[in-house]
């Protein structure tokens, strides 16, 4: 991406200038990932303290956008980041008897990542887009009107604590201009005096900016006055060529066998094989730490589909650190094949483990699903969807710790907004633990890995799938989909309690809004009596409440035990 600015400020008839502006345009790679953000801020005069609130959003968002994780999206970095200045400068206000005296400002922020432009919105700030000579809005001004000329902000950043910003994302094309005014600027000046500035003034943005504010004051603006131009010179877009040469600058590895030598790696022996991979364990030659490389098989060296899926799968366990996630370690040598190395487990599969323990104790089963579950939410802060949990996905280790192993199939918010000419199949995941909506060609989202860890759980207790697998196929329609029918898992087990049933069946409901938002939920019904999930509304005192049940039956025993003994005693 390459860009060009343009930028100009005036306090015009006003002691000081309360507007702030400002652009960061990274390096690669943050460039790639992050991509370049502008933005404008405008003091709310009548807050005592308008110049700063304006200086510290834009300063806050320019700085702490970019220290967000590549892996989220940018709405969500931006939005988190917007939520958190608003409260802070709204806590600046606390205390005061008049919030006017806190720090209020309004503020626009354009995101431009890859082939996309990003807009965040809060006041009158403005934000507009010139394009083959027509100037148009991004931005709409956020006023409440109480006379012909008389208009109040109805948002601003730091004004209350709920923050409502207009947010919306355009495609970018090389050439489009991005028009940046407060409302000193674009108050006295119509949309066609300032696409008709720009004209006579580009390719000088700097000049255009300049004689941009100096028509807004001789028109008569009151208020500061700020113009920011960015222009779009060059896209970030590979051409299918390109992508593949950059996919293949390392060659895939031959097939290596025990006693073989990869960079600094001595191979051990094959761990596994698949018709994508292969496992080898390896013996680094400089620490004498065992590990395990991960290799792509060489019938997909040709494949860039496949070999992206490789390379995103070291990128996401690189940024992933949890005691129930198995770790991706950073390449001690300088690599001259494509390969992953891994962290060394020892244990087993939990498809392994559960064919040890066909019927493992409802607490057993739990504390599992607990691991397993909080290692999945470390995936989902980072705006990532594993998409493909299954028991042969999870390892679990002799002390019982249970990690989640395969990262191939995770999908990575942040990276999914950055265009490719690589083709990218949103199908993933296996037959039986894949949510229906993937089965439908919908997008995934945190329930759809919630309905796989329902599965998980649902097999573990059963040995069996809530589901006929033969009822999820692709192909089918959404109707069908809709109405699959559950198996309870009391069939197999009539002594788990009614509420865990109702748990599972809720978590891998075929509806993803009818399931589980979060996995603490799920957690805390597999352990609470949850009512709603009993039938006829009415559950056992031990199930819904086993400590005031031994409570309530040690009193009833001990008052017999002293009825007796008085009885005893008469005689």
């Known amino acids: 991406m390459r860009l060009s600015l343009g930028q100009f400020s005036d306090a015009g008839i006003k002691p000081v200038n309360e507007d702030c502006y400002g652009v960061l345009v990274p390096d690669p790679p943050l460039l790639d990932s992050k991509g370049a953000a502008a933005v404008i801020a405008d003091g709310m005069s009548s807050s005592e303290h308008a110049r700063l609130a304006a200086e510290y959003a834009v300063k806050g968002f320019l700085c702490d956008y970019f220290s967000t994780p590549e892996s989220w999206t940018v709405k969500t970095s931006a939005e988190k980041v917007l939520t958190a ?28 990542k890859s082939t996309t432009a990003y807009v965040f919105h809060i006041g009158d700030t403005r934000i507009a887009l010139l394009r083959d000579g027509t100037l148009e809005p991004l931005t709409r001004d956020h006023h409440v009107w109480a006379g012909a000329d008389r208009a109040y902000l109805s948002r601003a950043l730091g004004i209350d604590l709920h923050l409502d910003i207009d947010y919306r994302a355009l495609p970018v094309e090389s050439g489009d201009l991005f028009v940046f005014t407060s409302d000193g600027v674009h108050g006295w000046l119509s949309p066609a005096e300032i696409r008709h500035l720009i004209a006579l003034y580009a390719p000088n943005l700097e000049l255009a900016c300049a004689n941009i504010v100096g028509a807004a004051r001789a028109a008569g603006s009151t208020d500061n006055l700020t113009c920011q131009l960015l222009r779009v010179d060059a896209l970030p877009l590979d051409d299918a060529d390109t992508a593949f040469r950059r996919l293949t600058e390392l060659p895939v590895p031959p ?12 191979i051990l022996r094959e761990l596994h094989a698949s018709p994508s991979s292969q496992l080898y364990l390896a013996l680094d030659g400089t620490s004498g730490t065992t590990v395990v490389l991960k290799t792509p098989s060489v019938n997909l060296a040709d494949d860039p589909a496949w070999l992206e899926r490789f390379h995103h ?15 991706v370690l950073e390449p001690l040598y300088q690599r001259r094949f494509l390969y992953t190395v891994l962290e060394y487990l020892e244990g087993r599969t939990l498809r392994e483990w559960m064919a040890e323990h066909p019927r493992p104790a409802l607490g057993e089963a739990r504390r599992i699903i607990e691991q397993i579950a909080r290692g ?3 995936f989902h802060r980072l705006d990532m969807l594993h998409r493909d949990l299954k028991p042969e996905n999870i390892h679990v280790d002799r ?9 191939g199939s995770v999908k990575i918010g942040g990276i999914e907004e950055i265009a490719s000419p690589v083709e990218r199949s949103e199908l993933a995941g296996t037959r039986g633990y894949t949510a229906p909506e993937y089965l439908l060609g919908e997008p995934g989202t945190p329930r759809s890995d919630l309905y796989s860890l329902g599965v998980i759980a649902y097999e573990l207790l059963t040995g069996s799938l809530p589901y006929d697998e033969a009822q999820l196929r692709p192909g089918r329609s959404a109707k069908a989909l809709r109405t699959l ?4 898992v009391r069939q197999y087990r009539p002594e788990l309690p009614a509420w865990v049933d109702g748990a599972l069946e809720k978590a891998v409901h075929p509806n993803p809004q009818c399931r589980y938002a979060v996995e603490t939920e799920l957690l805390h019904d597999l352990a609470h009596p949850n009512m709603a999930f009993v039938e006829s509304g009415r559950v056992s005192l031990l199930e819904r409440d086993s400590l005031r049940f031994w409570r309530g039956l040690s009193l009833v025993l001990g008052l017999l035990v002293g009825v007796l003994l008085y009885c005893l005693h008469r005689v």
């Open 399 to 407: 002390f019982g710790t249970a990690r989640i192993i395969d990262f």
């Open 313 to 327: 799968e070291e990128w996401v366990g690189r940024r992933l650190s949890h005691p129930h996630v198995m770790r």
């Open 485 to 488: 029918c559950y198996r309870s």
């Open 376 to 378: 999945l939410r470390v």
């Open 85 to 112: 200045l608003n409260r802070w400068l709204h806590a600046q206000g606390l205390g005061q008897r008049e919030a006017a005296r806190g720090l209020v400002t309004t503020f626009s922020a354009l995101v431009l």
């Open 255 to 266: 097939p290596l066998e025990p006693g073989m030598r990869l960079d600094g790696y001595r």
